[in-house]
C-alpha cells in the first residue's frame, strides 16, 4: 500500500477497521521516523530525555557534543529556526549547507548553499519584520554538508540499508544484509565553484540516471559486502567492523527515539531504507530514512536484490505464507529469515538481564563505544540498551 492509502485506511473520518486476517506495510504515522523534520525533532527529544534520566549513553565531550548520539549532521528548520540557524552559520562561514524540503523524495528540491544570501526568502519579513507564514513557504531543513565524505575513485557515495520493524513495543527490527552503496557519477570536488553540480553531490539514482557517465550495466552501484572487502583490505578488519557496529547502533538509537511516539498498530509491519554517509574519518551519519524505498530495479543485479527483499519481508511478515494473523507474536523462527538478520530485540535483550555492550554482527564485542570510553577514562558504557 502506498503511505496515501495508509493514511485513508487510518484516516478518523473515512479510515475503517482492519479485520485480524488483514496486515499492512506501513504503521500509521510512520512519518515520525521518515519526515526529514520529524525525525531531527525525535531524534533531539529523544537525546535530551536521556540527558534528563542521566543516562550515560547522552554523555557529551568538553565542547558540548555528545559522544555516542552525535550520528546527525547539525539541522534546522527552516522558516522556523532561521535566527538559530543564522547564529550557528556565523560561527563558521566558510560552512556548505544542504537544503531539502521536507516531504519530498529521489533528491528533488535539494540544493547546497554557502552564502545566508541565497536563502533570503526564508528569513524575516524586513517591512513585516515578522516571519512569513509556514503555510505561504514549503517547510525545509537545512543541514551541515559532510564535505568530507569518504571516497572511492575519487567519488562519493552513500548507503542504502533496508530494515524491517515488525514492532515498536516491543521493538524488534531485523536487517538486510543485502543493502548497496550508490556512487555519483562525477568526481567528488568541495570547490564551491561547483555547489550547482547535483552529480557531484547527489547519489540519488533519480538524479544520476540522467548524467552523461551513468553506467546502465551497474548503475552506479556497489553491494555492501564489496564495500565491506576494500574497507577490509584498504583499512582493515577491525576498523571496518567497528564503522558496521556504529551503522547498526544508529539504526537501533533512531527507531528507539520514535518508538515512544509510533502509533503501533498490531496490524502493521514496515521496510524502511535507511539512507547512510560516511566520512573520510570513517564516521557514519545518518541522512533520512524513506518510507517507500524505491523496489523497481535500474539494473539485472537491482532486480534480484529487490525481489529477495520483498520476498524475505513478507515471509517475516506472514511466515509460511498463511492466512494473516494480527494477534501472532511476530517472532518467526530463524529459518524464514533469508537475507535478514535480527538487528535488536527488545524483548530478548530485557530478558538478557545486566546491560552489555555493542557487539558486531558476528557476536563479539567490539568495544566500539567501551574504546571511546576508556580513551577518556570513562567507564565502557552501555549501548543496545
Given at each position: 500500500?502506498?503511505?496515501?492509502?495508509?493514511?485513508?485506511?487510518?484516516?478518523?473520518?473515512?479510515?475503517?477497521?482492519?479485520?485480524?486476517?488483514?496486515?499492512?506495510?506501513?504503521?500509521?504515522?510512520?512519518?515520525?521516523?521518515?519526515?526529514?523534520?520529524?525525525?531531527?525533532?525525535?531524534?533531539?527529544?529523544?537525546?535530551?530525555?536521556?540527558?534528563?534520566?542521566?543516562?550515560?549513553?547522552?554523555?557529551?565531550?568538553?565542547?558540548?557534543?555528545y559522544i555516542y548520539l552525535d550520528f546527525v549532521p547539525v539541522t534546522f528548520m527552516?522558516?522556523?529556526?532561521?535566527?538559530?540557524?543564522?547564529?550557528?552559520?556565523?560561527?563558521?562561514?566558510?560552512?556548505?549547507?544542504?537544503?531539502?524540503?521536507?516531504?519530498?523524495?529521489?533528491?528533488?528540491?535539494?540544493?547546497?548553499?554557502?552564502?545566508?544570501?541565497?536563502?533570503?526568502?526564508?528569513?524575516?519579513?524586513?517591512?513585516?519584520?515578522?516571519?512569513?507564514?509556514?503555510?505561504?513557504?514549503?517547510?525545509?531543513?537545512?543541514?551541515?554538508?559532510?564535505?568530507?565524505?569518504?571516497?572511492?575513485?575519487?567519488?562519493?557515495?552513500?548507503?542504502?540499508?533496508?530494515?524491517?520493524?515488525?514492532?515498536?513495543?516491543?521493538?524488534?527490527?531485523y536487517m538486510y544484509k543485502l543493502g548497496f552503496c550508490r556512487f555519483c557519477t562525477?568526481?567528488?570536488?568541495?570547490?564551491?565553484?561547483?555547489?550547482?553540480?547535483?552529480?557531484?553531490?547527489?547519489?540519488?539514482?533519480?538524479?544520476?540516471?540522467?548524467?552523461?557517465?551513468?553506467?546502465?550495466?551497474?548503475?552506479?552501484?556497489?553491494?555492501?559486502?564489496?564495500?565491506?572487502?576494500?574497507?577490509?583490505?584498504?583499512?582493515?578488519?577491525?576498523?571496518?567492523?567497528?564503522?558496521?557496529?556504529?551503522?547498526?547502533?544508529?539504526?537501533?538509537?533512531?527507531?528507539?527515539?520514535?518508538?515512544?511516539?509510533?502509533?503501533?498498530?498490531?496490524?502493521?509491519?514496515?521496510?524502511?531504507?535507511?539512507?547512510?554517509?560516511?566520512?573520510?574519518?570513517?564516521?557514519?551519519?545518518?541522512?533520512?530514512?524513506?518510507?517507500?524505498?524505491?523496489?523497481?530495479?535500474?539494473?539485472?543485479?537491482?532486480?534480484?536484490?529487490?525481489?529477495?527483499?520483498?520476498?524475505?519481508?513478507?515471509?517475516?511478515?506472514?511466515?509460511?505464507?498463511?492466512?494473516?494473523?494480527?494477534?501472532?507474536?511476530?517472532?518467526?523462527?530463524?529459518?524464514?529469515?533469508?537475507?535478514?538478520?535480527?538487528?535488536?530485540?527488545?524483548?530478548?535483550?530485557?530478558?538478557?538481564?545486566?546491560?552489555?555492550?555493542?557487539?558486531?554482527?558476528?557476536?563479539?564485542?567490539?568495544?566500539?563505544?567501551?574504546?571511546?570510553?576508556?580513551?577518556?577514562?570513562?567507564?565502557?558504557?552501555?549501548?543496545?540498551?
Open positions: 500500500m502506498s503511505v496515501q492509502t495508509i493514511r485513508n485506511v487510518f484516516s478518523v473520518e473515512t479510515g475503517y477497521r482492519l479485520s485480524d486476517d488483514q496486515i499492512v506495510n506501513h504503521f500509521p504515522n510512520h512519518y515520525e521516523l521518515t519526515r526529514k523534520d520529524l525525525m531531527v525533532k525525535n531524534i533531539k527529544r529523544y537525546r535530551k530525555e536521556l540527558e534528563k534520566e542521566g543516562s550515560p549513553l547522552a554523555e557529551k565531550d568538553e565542547n558540548g557534543k527552516l522558516p522556523a529556526d532561521y535566527n538559530l540557524f543564522v547564529e550557528e552559520f556565523r560561527k563558521n562561514p566558510s560552512s556548505t549547507w544542504i537544503m531539502k524540503p521536507c516531504g519530498k523524495a529521489q533528491g528533488k528540491g535539494i540544493f547546497l548553499i554557502n552564502k545566508l544570501s541565497q536563502i533570503k526568502k526564508w528569513s524575516r519579513d524586513s517591512k513585516t519584520s515578522s516571519f512569513v507564514s509556514q503555510s505561504s513557504k514549503e517547510a525545509y531543513v537545512i543541514s551541515l554538508y559532510i564535505n568530507n565524505p569518504l571516497l572511492i575513485g575519487g567519488k562519493k557515495f552513500d548507503l542504502r540499508l533496508y530494515v524491517l520493524v515488525s514492532t515498536y513495543r516491543p521493538l524488534r527490527c562525477v568526481k567528488y570536488t568541495p570547490s564551491t565553484s561547483e555547489l550547482d553540480n547535483m552529480f557531484v553531490h547527489l547519489t540519488n539514482v533519480a538524479i544520476q540516471k540522467h548524467g552523461d557517465d551513468y553506467n546502465h550495466i551497474h548503475g552506479g552501484k556497489w553491494t555492501v559486502s564489496n564495500l565491506r572487502l576494500y574497507l577490509e583490505s584498504t583499512r582493515g578488519k577491525e576498523v571496518t567492523n567497528k564503522l558496521f557496529d556504529e551503522i547498526h547502533w544508529i539504526i537501533v538509537q533512531s527507531l528507539k527515539a520514535v518508538a515512544p511516539v509510533m502509533n503501533n498498530d498490531k496490524h502493521c509491519f514496515e521496510c524502511y531504507g535507511y539512507d547512510i554517509i560516511i566520512d573520510d574519518k570513517l564516521k557514519p551519519w545518518l541522512i533520512e530514512v524513506n518510507a517507500s524505498p524505491s523496489l523497481t530495479s535500474s539494473t539485472a543485479n537491482d532486480r534480484i536484490l529487490k525481489y529477495n527483499l520483498i520476498n524475505d519481508t513478507l515471509n517475516i511478515a506472514v511466515p509460511n505464507g498463511e492466512i494473516p494473523d494480527c494477534k501472532w507474536n511476530k517472532s518467526p523462527p530463524k529459518e524464514v529469515l533469508g537475507n535478514y538478520e535480527v538487528l535488536y530485540d527488545e524483548e530478548m535483550a530485557q530478558s538478557d538481564g545486566s546491560d552489555r555492550d555493542l557487539r558486531s554482527r558476528s557476536g563479539q564485542s567490539t568495544g566500539t563505544k567501551g574504546n571511546r570510553g576508556r580513551d577518556s577514562g570513562k567507564p565502557v558504557l552501555t549501548t543496545w540498551k
